[in-house]
């Protein structure tokens, strides 16, 4: 297949995108990566501090086992380069001439104090889009303060909606804010390829984790509720205040949620729990009716549900609700989502081998597109894997002149 | 006005809720024209005031677009619809699939009428599969992608936000795949068709987790705000009413710097807290610990000397820090909008401005634009009269016949 069919396979294999981040900034090459740019990611010397990320495959602590590194740099190329180093940083204006895009996550004001920011990269290369992502963007007061997820999510706002009422506040599991912050990056890159296939122009993104955090709250409405009525948004766990049920219940083996909003819902729904062996106060008329019908009766009728759920599994509710036209969710275990019969079905975990790791099974993009598919083209690099591919075959170092680099903790 | 990323693109959106306008609304802020379509046959009330008490997510979501009433179930409407499609260069709906049979609007009826179509539909479930004939509501699918398992404390309930969180993934990744799609269509002139599953957006948020499971056959639970890399790592009590700061200890020199900011105490020098492993296995005395200390503090100022030693610590922002914060105020963060008359709930009649969610990326040579929220069917006669050049008489005809409605 020549470069030209790839290309029209892929939404983005005619590019090229120089990534330097960490976790604040894998998931934005990851994304383009599957969507078939090519990404290549430049590590220290040392490596990227997340291959020292756990979990570890085995529990072997190992650079090349770090599922988190593994899970994260699927479809790029890798080679090592120190940028503290002033023939390193020459060697990565080389590479900026030939780029499309570069992504970072160094610390406000760090690429300009190499000498790399993007007023320079730009005169090397006008139609550069470079695009920083920091946790509090590049101005304003708290530009350059540490950060971390626990920071992130605390000053998006999410946490002070996330918890029992009478309970502290506590963050969404698995690192969420750096997820955001990657796909605002990758799909601001994407816009401004798009813009300067027109305009011939490039242009700098400045990407905030706490910007692109807070829109997580939009439908709560949490500042309009204080612009317009002064009121703070608290926790309420994980039922409604009014809605019965909405929310979680345990049951047999884990949990489920329950949503019932409508008349019908709630008839079909009360039917169910008596047929399969619940109180018969359930069917009595007074709960009958819509939305917040039964917001009087939301301790009863929560004790009812609850005596309900805990006599069957995840799946069984799952099934049984859902075949009933009622919205019941399994709270999903990873091995749960790992054995899901749906993702299954649609192909969405791939597997790859990798040379160290073997074979495992990574997520693949979550869309269909039999125009342009999500392709599994590789698995995370080795440390420096592609140095010569890239320093020998294209910028034309020698592998003697690569040696010396290396030798010298150039690259 | 520097002239946004989407100019001269047209985008026919029809879509309920959050992940079809939020794309909308992104593409409208970069000067693309995009026509939402509703018929005051069908509106969720809901979603113009309550079930929250204050405030209606619809103007955020509207803002800069083009607002037309069309009735597709009449099949009048549904000729137009086409029409539009035939003017436009996406078409976004997250309709179900048995909406878009009625409509006449499935992808192969939209891909007859034009073919090179940039299409992206987003089911709110899924099309195939076991699950195919599936409901969810958006605030729970967080339980099913796995992430409610992981939220919560550990000897507590599972945990969702009560927020769409899917749709706020799947809004981004449209943006990503419809600009892809359009970059496609200018070098191969071919259209594309996009599927993106409302569940399935949320299901990478735990991929390591998932990773994991496959490679160690371990499975990840809650453990409130704990971290296995960091102690301290929490959100710990402040002065006044429901009011925390987050701490988070990752090296030692995180470490030590936070016991200097503290002042050194006694308890400090522990055995029980002298490596990151002790502080990890003895968290829980840790935590009283620093408690004891945050609850004499005002959060905000715990952030304030934490960071003065570089140690990464913050607090937890309520809806008025969000409003107020000075940082966010200086990042112009908020744009205002003004809200049309809302038509009913409870803020029904209020009209002026109003803070409205921005785009959190900010370019260099082509800043978002806000526009007005419009009303439905202010522009109509634009779109019926300009754009399909349609004679008064016959958009007259069409409104009189429930069509454009």
Known sequence: MSLEDVNKETLFGYYRILELADEKGVYSGNLLGGLGADVVKIEPPGGDKTRSWPPFLRDEVHPEKSLYFLNFNTNKRGITLNLEHEDGREIFKQLVKTADAVVETFPAGYMESLGLDYPVLKEINPGLVMCSIT???????????????????????????????????????????????????????????????????????????????????QDKLVHQHWALAKINLGRYGNWSPAIMPWGGFPCKDGWVFIGVVTPKEWDDFSQWVYDWGGDKEMLNAMYKGGTYARASYVDILGRLITEFTKRYTKEELFTGGQKRGIVVLPVYTAEDIANCSQLESQQFFIEADHPVAGRLKYPRGPFYCDDAPWKLRRPAPLLGEHNEEIYCQELDISKEELALLRGGGII | MTQGIFEGIRVFEVGLYIATPLPGRILASQGAEVIRAVTTKAVDASWYGGPQPIGSVVPDL???????????????????????????????????????????????????????????????????????????????????????????????????????????????????????????????????????????????????????????HRIAHRMGNRHPLASPHGAYPCQGDDRWC???????????????????????????????????????????????????????????????????????????????????????????????????????????????????????????????????????DYVYGELLKMPPEEIRKLTDEGVFV
């Open chain 2, 62 to 216: 509207e803002a800069g677009k083009r607002h037309i009433a069309l009735n597709m179930r009449h099949p009048e409407g549904q000729r137009v619809a086409k029409e539009l499609i035939k003017k436009s260069d996406v078409f976004i709906t997250n309709l179900t699939g048995e909406a878009l049979g009625r409509f006449d609007l499935s992808p192969e009826a939209v891909r007859a009428v034009k073919p090179d179509i940039i299409m992206l539909w987003q089911p709110g479930f899924e099309v195939h599969g076991p699950y195919k004939d599936y409901k969810a509501f958006g605030g729970m699918l967080v339980s099913l992608v796995g992430l409610a398992e992981v939220t919560g404390f550990s000897d507590g309930a599972p945990m969702a936000s009560g927020t769409a969180f899917c749709d706020y993934h799947s809004a981004v990744y449209a943006v990503l795949l419809i600009t892809g799609a359009l970059q496609r269509h200018r070098r191969t002139g071919k259209g594309t068709f996009i599927q993106l599953p409302l569940y399935e957006a949320g299901v990478p948020c735990l991929g390591v987790n998932v990773l994991d499971y496959f490679a160690n």
């Open chain 2, 246 to 380: 987050v701490i988070a200890c990752f090296t030692d020199k995180d470490w030590r710097g936070f016991c200097d900011a503290i002042g050194n105490p006694e308890w400090t020098r522990d055995s029980r807290f002298h490596t990151l492993a002790d502080r990890i296995k003895n968290a829980d005395d840790l935590d009283l610990l620093v408690a004891e200390w945050t609850r004499q503090q005002k959060a905000e100022e715990v952030m304030e000397l934490m960071q003065r030693i570089e140690v990464p610590a913050g607090y937890v922002f309520k809806g008025e820090d969000l409003v107020e914060n000075v940082h966010l105020r200086e990042r112009n963060y908020w744009q205002e909008t003004m809200y049309p008359v809302l038509p009913f709930g409870p803020d029904a009649g209020y009209a002026g401005p109003m803070s409205t969610f921005p785009i959190p990326m900010k370019f260099s040579e082509t800043p978002s634009q806000f526009g007005s929220t419009g009303r439905i069917p202010e522009d109509n």
């Open chain 1, 135 to 217: 946790p509090f963007g590049q101005t304003g007061p708290y530009r350059n303060y540490k950060a971390c997820d626990l920071v992130n999510m605390a000053m998006g706002g999410f946490m002070q909606i996330c918890g029992e009422a009478d309970e502290p506040p506590v963050r969404l599991g698995g690192e969420q804010s750096f997820i955001a912050g990657s796909y605002w990056a990758a799909a601001a890159i994407a816009m401004a390829l798009f813009y300067r296939e027109t305009s011939g122009k490039g242009q700098y993104i400045d990407i905030s984790i706490q910007e692109a955090s807070i829109p997580f709250l």
